[in-house]
């Protein structure tokens, strides 16, 4: 469950985008010392409001499954190791008709998106501390979404090939405690450009 909140710059100013995000899904996974394989799949709905001016605004539901499978082998000891992987994602996104008081009508297609991403990560453990860099590539075969206002076909993606970085930490901080860190930044090879970037700090507490 889930609540986003963004400002989007247009021609009249400032607009807000809210969403409210709702999903469940299951996982399974399998290790060893060599190597790990995971499976997730997950279904979620949600509604979102587009709000380009104080006196209108554009609603729209949607609905996504989402299928993962990701696999890696392992190399070095308990204490440090490099891990290449590998990963297919698959995911498929239906929106109603979008509503709004400043257009007549709007219609999303069916998105069906497809992502292969591979790469290399590296981690370390030592006393309670305990680090990671990942470096990997990613390409989505199925980027471009559709939308018709008033019988006219707006097109856009942002998919295409990404060169991605991760780093991140976590420190014990005795008993149940656990801090942990991360930051992650994607560059699109077509574009030239950042892409998406983000970075988190977590408490963590276990029992």
Do not use: C
């Not at 290790?31 to 605004?57: I, L």
């Amino acid at each position: 469950i889930g609540n986003s909140q963004s400002d989007v710059e247009t021609d009249t100013g400032t607009a807000n985008l809210r969403g409210e995000l709702y999903s469940g899904g299951v996982m399974a996974h399998w290790s060893n010392d060599a190597g790990y394989v995971d499976v997730v799949g997950q279904y979620g709905f949600g509604d979102w409001t587009f709000r380009p001016t104080s006196s209108s605004e554009t609603t729209v539901s949607s609905r996504t499954a989402s299928a993962v499978v990701e696999a890696g082998v392992s190399f070095g000891s308990e204490n440090a190791k490099v891990t290449p992987w590998a990963q297919i994602a698959y995911q498929n996104a239906t929106f109603d008709d979008a509503k709004s008081e400043w257009f007549d009508d709007a219609r999303f297609s069916d998105g069906d998106t497809m992502s292969v991403r591979g790469g290399v990560r590296a981690e370390s453990r030592f006393d309670g501390f305990s680090s990671y860099a990942d470096l990997s590539v990613s390409q989505d075969y199925s980027d471009v979404k559709t939308a018709t206002v008033d019988g006219f076909d707006y097109a856009s993606g942002t998919g295409g090939m990404r060169v991605e970085l991760g780093v991140g930490v976590d420190v014990s901080l005795g008993g149940n405690l656990s801090l942990t860190s991360s930051v992650k930044g994607r560059y699109g090879v077509e574009t030239g450009e950042i892409v998406g970037y983000q970075g988190q700090a977590n408490l963590k507490a276990s029992w």
